[in-house]
């Protein structure tokens, strides 16, 4: 029984203490604080300028893109070799899957 009332004294004790005191100011370096300087950080370049690689990746893809639009047009429909297209002939409508 005696057990309860301190418990109550000390968790009151604690949140009190808590409640009234105030943090520590800032400093002007810290950069939580309003009154902290600007970063000094330049501004970004104005353009980007592509390297090997990206140039390279976009070749590859110019020609997937260029295989997939031939296949689009004159790959078979279903897969199956009646549907495959013919050498000598033109290309067909393209069918709609709807």
Known sequence: MIRLPII???????????????????????PASPDAPEGAHGPRPASLHTD??????????SAARKA??????YGPVSGTP????????????KHDHH
């Open 68 to 73: 997939q639009s031939y296949w689009d047009d």
């Open 52 to 61: 090997e690689t990206t140039r390279k990746s976009a070749t590859l893809l």
């Open 8 to 30: 109550l004294l000390a968790t009151t004790a604690l949140l009190t203490a808590c409640a009234a005191t105030r943090p520590a100011p800032l400093a002007t370096a810290n």
């Open 82 to 93: 009646e549907d495959a297209p013919k050498s000598d002939s033109t290309p067909e409508m």
